[in-house]
């Protein structure tokens, strides 16, 4: 088991660029894993060039628990570039941020885990080096997903911001979470090889582009998903909405019935748009994020 959930280096015999691709940074996101799993299967022996680092579960210590974090509660998505005589969650964040920093480009992929249900997306920072930005857009959109989205660059401890400050391009996706979704290996092994495709490392890959749309918002925080419409008091979130679904600002998303079983505040709309994140454990704390809105005026994506 150790040996199948280790990294890989597949290397072609031509000279070219070295990613790094990588599942598992939070411990409850399973179709990563198994689409790293699988592209060790389908890229042995066939780089055109360059090679590629795959991690199919980069936070061991929080897989095994199950859960976002590990035994030491900390995020390693908000801990690198982490420290050395620190905590388990702390040191991974430093051998992470070491590999992220050697590399050509980088992928890191995620889902919602047990606490977020979020439709299907490519993103990227903001880069401030115009070349970077280019390089992510490219890879962004080469993945496939339905949505692609760049975000403020500001944000601190990701995966991303490590590989921001080494100018290495990088992307992150999202696929779904609340249970799992075996549609999603598929997609992201095949974001994946598009994306070497794009690179010039494969050269046979066969990409059905797929309609998407891209957004672009540069406000502070901007992909910071986890504060998105915050839970206004503690309760149970009721939603309304599904994911996919083209809302108006002020529309209902949902509402909170409280611990005695009042009913609790509702929770309006705060920008018009497609709901691309809904809260999947219903139980949420004051502050706590209920669901997020992408701006966006057709819809791109039904969970059903
Ligand atoms: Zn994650």
Known sequence: ????????????????????????????????????????????????????TLVPITNR???????RVGEDHLDLART????????????????????IKKADFFIDMHTGGDLFDISPLSGYMLHPNSKVLETQRAMAEAFNLPI?????????????????????????????????????????VEGCKNVLQYF???????????????????????????????????????????????????DKLGCLLRENGEKGAEIPAQQSGMVFLKRAVPMAKAGEALAGILPV????????
């Open 1 to 52: 088991m150790a040996e199948l959930f280790s990294s890989r280096v597949i290397k072609s015999a031509k000279e070219g660029p070295q990613g790094l691709i990588i599942a598992g940074v939070h411990g409850d996101e399973y179709e990563p894993v198994l689409a790293v799993l699988e592209l060790m299967n389908q890229l042995e022996g066939k780089l055109a060039s360059g090679s590629v």
């Open 61 to 67: 210590n929080a897989y095994f628990s199950a859960a």
């Open 80 to 99: 690198c570039p982490g420290n050395a005589n620190g905590s388990i969650t702390e040191q991974v964040a430093v051998e992470i941020s070491e590999m």
């Open 148 to 188: 692609v989205w760049g975000t403020s660059p500001e944000l601190e401890g990701r995966t991303l911001s490590v590989a921001r400050d080494a100018n290495v391009p990088a992307i992150y996706s999202e696929y779904r979470g609340a249970g799992f979704h075996s549609e999603g290996v598929n997609d992201l």
């Open 200 to 250: 010039g490392m494969l050269s046979d890959q066969k990409c059905q582009v797929k309609p998407k749309v891209k957004i672009e918002d540069d406000k502070p925080g901007s992909g910071h998903l986890q504060v998105m419409h915050p839970a206004p008091e503690e309760g149970i979130f009721l939603p309304s909405v599904d994911l996919g679904d083209l809302v108006t600002k002020g």
């Open 297 to 304: 005026n057709k819809k791109v994506y039904d969970e059903k």
